[in-house]
Structure formats: C-alpha cells, structure tokens
C-alpha cells in the first residue's frame, strides 16, 4: 500500500479561509494565518472549554495576523474569554504574536522552559541559533543567499557568537549553554565547574555581574 493510501484527508481538499474555523473533533477548531514566506499559511487550534478558550500557537506577529486574530476573538470565539495560550515551540510564525495575544487576552502563555530559552536564543542571535549557523545549513540545502536581506540585529561582524551565556529577565536570571557535542566535554573539570557556578547563580544563591558587553 503506497503513502497515498495510508493518509486519510477527511476534509479533502477544504481549508478554512482566512477568518474561518473548521471544526476537526468536538471543541477542537482548525484556523489559519497566512505567513510571508514561501510556506504562506500556519494550522492553529482552538480548544474550546466551554467558559473560555485555550489557544495552540498564535502566527507571525504582524498587522496581518492580529486582524486576523479580532475576526476570531469576536466572531468565532463569541467574545468568550481566553484562558490559556499554548506555543508549541519557538519558530517565528508560532510564537510570533503571542506578546500580542498576551496584551489583547490576559490569557497566560504556557511553554516549555527550553522553546522559551530558544526562542531568546533566536531572538538575541546567539547560541547556535545565530543567522550564520541557520544560513550555513540552508545554503548546504540550496538556499540562494543573495535574495535575502540584512538583518538589522547582527552587531557582530566577526562571527563569533557565545556558546553559553547569562542574563537577567525582569526578577529571573537565565542561564543557556549549548552544551556542546563532545563526550570529553563532561569530563573536564573547568567546564563542570562553571555549569555549577552558573547554576548556584540562576537559583539566587550567587551574584556575578552579567552586564552585557556588545
């Protein structure tokens, strides 16, 4: 039996519309954004909770999306509170807007501590989710470089872009490595001890100056 006949499409060739909901399984609703790339749309969900709404990524954050999002706050979703909103991890056009839906809502966000840390990651261009490492792998898969822009937040200019780092975040502290890919990495004794002083400083129970230094 070839794929073709493995996949079941009860909707068949139906998409909603922008502004549309399709409802797949009871309380659960299929929406759409549209994106401005090459892949131009992301699938989101509405759970319904019967006195609210739990909302499962939120589209790229831009004037187009949040439009959107009015349309569906008070037509599809009847003008019922949002309880909840879930991001699945922290690529642009699922995180995207969810500060937005956060100011517009009330509602909590709900991620996993390591999406949230990638997602500033991304955002600071640091950490191996630098431009340079993602351009490195696309180009390695047929990305043309000369169509793509400059990006306005690369301050560096000479490609040396932190493994680990600090940084405070209102009254948190957060600390990220890489971790690195070498097994011999765990053995040296240097590196375990800056993991455990990092630590000690992301639990309160130590000060460092983490004043950042471009």
Same mark, same amino acid.
């Given at each position: 039996m070839d794929l073709d006949h493995q996949v079941a499409f009860p909707f068949e060739d139906r998409v909603p519309q922008p502004g549309e909901a399709i409802e797949v399984a009871p309380g659960v609703l299929w929406i759409r954004m549209p994106l401005p790339f090459a892949l131009d &749309?992301?699938?989101?969900?509405?759970?319904?909770e019967g006195d609210?709404? /739990?909302? %499962?990524?939120t589209g790229f954050g831009v004037e187009a999306t949040w439009a959107l999002w009015e349309k569906h706050l008070a037509g599809t979703m009847g003008g019922r509170p949002v309880k909840e909103i879930v991001v699945t991890h922290y690529h642009p056009d699922h995180l995207g807007s969810a500060h937005w839906l956060q100011q517009r809502t009330g509602a909590p966000m709900w991620m996993t501590t390591s999406?949230?840390?990638?997602? &500033?990651?991304?955002?600071?261009?640091?950490?191996?989710?630098?431009?340079? /490492?993602? %351009?490195d792998f696309f180009v390695r898969n047929g990305l043309d470089v000369s169509k793509m822009p400059?990006?306005?937040?690369?301050?560096?200019?000479?490609?040396?872009?932190?493994l680990a780092w600090a940084k405070s975040y209102g009254q948190g502290r957060v600390f990220y490595s890489s971790l690195g890919h070498a097994a011999e990495t765990w053995d040296n004794r240097d590196v375990a001890q800056m993991y455990f002083e990092a630590i000690k400083w992301a639990l309160g129970l130590t000060e460092a100056d983490v004043t950042p230094r471009p």
């Open positions: &749309h992301i699938n989101l969900w509405l759970l319904d609210g709404w /739990t909302i %499962v990524d999406e949230f840390l990638s997602g &500033h990651a991304a955002h600071d261009d640091t950490a191996g989710f630098d431009r340079a /490492t993602g %351009v400059a990006n306005p937040n690369n301050r560096r200019t000479d490609g040396d872009f932190p």
